[in-house]
T-cell receptor, first 115, second 112 residues
Framework: EAGVAQSPRYKIIEKRQSVAFWCNPISGHATLYWYQQILGQGPKLLIQFQNNGVVDDSQLPKDRFSAERLKGVDSTLKIQPAKLEDSAVYLC?????????????FGPGTRLTVL | TQLLEQSPQFLSIQEGENLTVYCNSSSVFSSLQWYRQEPGEGPVLLVT?????EVKKLKRLTFQFGDARKDSSLHITAAQPGDTGLYLCAGAQNTNAGKSTFGDGTTLTVKP
């Protein structure tokens, strides 16, 4: 079974530029998560989708971050414009359903460096 | 805000030693999960505990969920260099649609 795919793996941009990340979850997984993991910290949930609907985006900085999952499968996360403090690893995860404690499978992440 | 505090933040030991890392909160969780994350990879689930007082064993790893479901520990017996990594705990509440809150992790280094 293929895991969660993410691209690109690495991205370096200058502040105020835009960047987009792509995630393809495990086939059949209804729930998709985007996390931000700053160096030395645990993952922080940015947004959670159930199929193509948003379940939780309370910690998404909506003035600069946006995410979509149009067909309920793959998803993109965009930052526009980027700030220095956005340097982090962006992790995508998926789970079969929305049950609490449901197993989340993580992709390898995209490491973003903002100069 | 449900905070999970993990301790110690860093741990460096020799191969063969035993160790315990902790995950504490003032909040009650319906379930708690432990993950291991290696450099350049995403976290990988090790175990989920759901019952207060529950103990689960996974080879040399022993996980315990506190009676009050506010804390957990991970004990590793006879650590090996392959155990090196970032150990994260994550708590979920059944009122929160599957959302998990992660601690900041314990970075374990096992030297050969």
């Amino acid at each position: 079974e293929a895991g969660v795919a993410q691209s690109p793996r690495y991205k370096i941009i200058e502040k105020r530029q835009s960047v987009a990340f792509w995630c393809n979850p495990i086939s059949g997984h209804a729930t998709l998560y985007w996390y931000q993991q700053i160096l030395g910290q645990g993952p922080k949930l940015l947004i959670q989708f159930q199929n193509n609907g948003v379940v939780d985006d309370s910690q998404l900085p909506k003035d600069r971050f946006s995410a979509e999952r149009l067909k309920g499968v793959d998803s993109t996360l965009k930052i526009q414009p980027a700030k220095l403090e956005d340097s982090a690893v962006y992790l995508c995860a998926s789970s079969l359903d929305l049950g609490f404690g449901d197993t989340q499978y993580f992709g390898p992440g995209t490491r973003l460096t903002v100069l | 805000t449900q905070l999970l505090e993990q301790s110690p933040q860093f741990l460096s030991i020799q191969e063969g030693e035993n160790l315990t890392v902790y995950c504490n909160s003032s909040s009650v969780f319906s379930s708690l999960q432990w993950y291991r994350q290696e450099p350049g990879e995403g976290p990988v689930l090790l175990v989920t505990v759901v019952t207060g007082g529950e103990v689960k064993k996974l080879k040399r790893l022993t996980f315990q969920f506190g009676d009050a479901r506010k804390d957990s520990s991970l004990h590793i017996t006879a650590a090996q260099p392959g155990d090196t990594g970032l150990y994260l705990c994550a708590g979920a509440q059944n009122t929160n649609a599957g959302k998990s809150t992660f601690g900041d992790g314990t970075t374990l280094t096992v030297k050969p």
